[in-house]
């Protein structure tokens, strides 16, 4: 038997907070991959801390369902799911290279393979593309765009701001767009002057969150002036300075993202090859270019 | 299904069966067979298998909780609690499953019955408040996933953050659930409900105090831990009450201040337990630390008696949740809307304070 927890943080006050995670997760259910799958939360129920106790299986693959490796990856859930001895040297990460460790839970008895979070695995570079296509409705997009991956910054954290970096280097390399940025909320280069970063007439924004909320509803589209409140929302795409934004919300809301998770299983040995097989044909650009 | 109960219990033999009154003990090849105390012998498979089929209930009793419900101890019991198994014979309880067993869990109604002679169960699930609603008045849903999204909001459309707060939605039922769905629509109404109950029940619910609990917060929440000064446990006490409330969760509080510690506050009367404080609880207190670090000032207000009971009034009202319920020309109720309106067009000056007194003198 095995089993995925998919650990995220959830709200007490947005409810759509915790839609993707329910939604990545009943892809992988419907994979059939794993004999269970269950959805856990810092700030909703089940929590951290009981979530283990609800898996029959006794070997269970713990997913993190967070943008980067820090505060709530390195102690919050290894704190919380009571994993023994656990220590972040364990994952060797310079802050975007999070593999994965077995360790028993302390209350369960459990064997748990916790693995880093979705946010810094390679595979994100492509749901931050599939992003680009859905919100373009184009599966080629690329040339003559330019692409701005969007972060928190470093406020609480400063591999927050790696994982953006990485994944804007990375996808920078493959040569498909005109111009890749990693842009910020709080730091430079800043998410405001977003038009000044970019010479392509059209900009791709992708901010990676894991869900829509204050941030990528609110603060993101006014900083960018896509409106002046957000109540009255903005068209996509939307004139700005001479360039036309095409803003895509939380990467965390593309269907692919279930392919994520399934990667961080698989790279910590889950038997999922199959289930990956079947959740990219579902949610990849092949099933996007269809529609 | 008797046939494929008889073909495993005749196997299951070998190794002697005991449960719910059916004794089967093998002896030098051949079989004891006691039912509900009457016993017989069997020299032979075949013997056995003729001698217990003349007592089917106890043959698909059987293979239902050894072959059919689900075998993680936790959900097995939660099953036998549902139908009563430990406290009734299987004659008894087959005769009451016929017409369907209902147990009630938070505010869900649960009940059990037999669909078949083969001793299939069948689990309906609603609201306890749609106990008499007509089946075809309810939203009818078959899939256990979709409990997550009715405990999303309550019947006004407000979020709920704390899935066992009593504002469960009504409107729908799960009509036909197996033994496995049912527990997995529950764990989705009230997740580690049932795996707590368990826990509790076994002796081994591992209670994680106030004390503890705020020691072990880091970042934003650390800030709890000093609202321990060693000053006792009062604070808590005032927690427990605004939160832990029957009428605002219905868990069952087990935690305490401490190991040596009882909170004076009584934990409720639900089903299954709380084993630590939540994260909405830690949430308010690390509010509650910040405002309870300020020291308190002399303020003088002049109030007639009826406005010093109206303001306590209001406060009741808001405390407990009762504002939406005072109807709009109910001038009689202190925490009525038009009452509190003139209250504060007497009473606040412009910039809102209080009988004009600042809050920072």
């Given at each position: 038997m095995q089993a995925l927890v998919i650990a995220a943080h959830g709200s007490h006050l947005n409810a759509g907070s915790s839609t993707p995670t329910f939604e990545h997760a009943d892809t992988i259910r419907a994979a059939g991959a794993f004999d269970e799958v269950r959805e856990s939360f810092w700030k909703e129920e089940p929590p951290f801390r009981e979530v283990l106790r609800t898996v029959d299986a006794d070997e269970v693959h713990v997913v993190p369902l967070f943008i980067s490796e820090g505060y709530f990856t390195e102690q919050v859930i290894p704190r919380e799911f009571r994993l023994e001895g656990w220590d972040p040297e364990q994952w060797d990460s310079d802050g975007t290279s999070a593999s994965s460790t077995t360790l028993p839970a302390s209350d369960t008895g459990q064997t748990v393979h916790y693995c880093g979070p979705v946010g810094t695995h390679d595979a994100m570079s492509d749901v931050i593309v599939q992003r680009a296509e859905s919100v373009t409705d184009?599966?080629?997009?690329?040339?003559g765009f330019g692409l701005a991956v969007v972060g928190h910054g470093t406020e609480r954290n400063e591999n927050s701001a790696k994982a953006i970096e990485y994944h804007a280097q990375e996808i920078g390399e493959r040569g498909r767009f005109d111009e890749v940025k990693a842009l910020f909320m709080d730091e430079d280069p800043e998410i405001d002057d977003v038009t000044e970063y970019f010479e392509s007439e059209d900009i791709v924004v992708v901010p990676l969150f894991i869900a829509d909320g204050y941030h990528t509803e609110e603060d993101i589209p006014e900083d960018m002036g896509l409106t002046d409140d957000y109540r009255t929302g903005y068209d996509v795409p939307t004139e700005v300075d001479g360039h036309r934004i095409w803003y895509s919300g939380a990467v965390g809301t593309e269907p692919l993202m279930a392919d994520v998770v399934l990667e961080r299983a698989a790279d910590a040995g889950a038997d999922v090859t199959d289930a990956i097989e079947q959740v990219k044909a579902e949610t990849g650009s092949a099933h996007a270019s269809s529609d | 299904m008797l046939d494929e109960s008889l073909d495993a219990l005749v196997t299951a033999a070998n190794d002697g069966i005991t449960f719910d009154g059916l004794e089967v003990t093998p002896t030098n090849g051949s079989y004891t067979v006691a039912v509900d105390g009457e016993s017989a012998t069997a020299a032979t498979d075949a013997e056995l298998r003729s001698l217990v089929s003349d007592h089917p209930d106890h043959v698909t009793n059987w293979y239902f909780w050894h072959a059919v419900a689900p075998q993680k101890q936790d959900r097995w019991s939660f099953l036998r609690w549902l139908e009563g198994a430990n406290e009734r014979a299987v004659a008894d309880r087959y005769e009451r499953l016929e017409a369907g067993i209902v147990e009630t869990w938070g505010q869900l109604r649960i009940e059990v019955a037999l669909v078949?002679?083969?001793?299939n169960r069948r689990y309906s699930l609603r609201h306890e408040d749609d106990a008499g609603v007509p089946g075809e008045e309810l939203d009818t849903h078959t899939d256990p996933l979709d409990a997550r999204t009715l405990a999303k909001h309550d019947d006004d459309g407000r979020y709920r953050p704390?899935?066992?707060?009593?504002s469960l939605q009504t409107g729908w039922q799960f009509p036909d659930l197996t033994a496995d769905q049912v527990v997995s629509a529950v764990d989705f109404f009230y997740p580690a409900t049932s795996s707590n109950w368990h826990k509790e029940r076994e002796g081994e619910l591992d209670v994680s105090h106030w004390h503890e609990t705020v020691e072990r917060q880091t970042g934003i929440y650390g800030v709890v831990e000093t609202w321990d000064r060693g000053e006792g446990y009062e604070h808590v006490n005032w927690v427990a009450e605004a939160c832990c409330d029957d009428s605002q969760c219905l868990k069952r509080r087990e935690w305490q201040y401490d190991e040596e510690t009882e909170l004076d506050i009584d934990g409720g009367d639900?089903?299954?337990?709380?084993?630590e404080p939540c994260s909405l609880v830690i949430s308010a207190a690390r509010k509650w630390t910040k405002l309870e670090g300020e020291q308190p000032a002399t303020y003088e207000f002049e109030l007639t008696p009826s406005e010093k009971e109206q303001i306590e009034a209001i406060i009741d009202a808001v405390a407990e949740g009762k504002t939406e319920e005072i109807r709009e020309a109910d001038v009689y109720d202190d925490a009525n809307r038009y009452r509190t309106r003139f209250l504060r067009a007497k009473l606040f000056d412009d910039e809102g304070n209080l009988c004009g007194v600042d809050t920072e003198q």
């Open positions: 184009d599966p080629d997009v690329g040339e | 078949d002679t083969d001793g704390l899935k066992t707060a009593p639900g089903s299954f337990p709380c084993r």
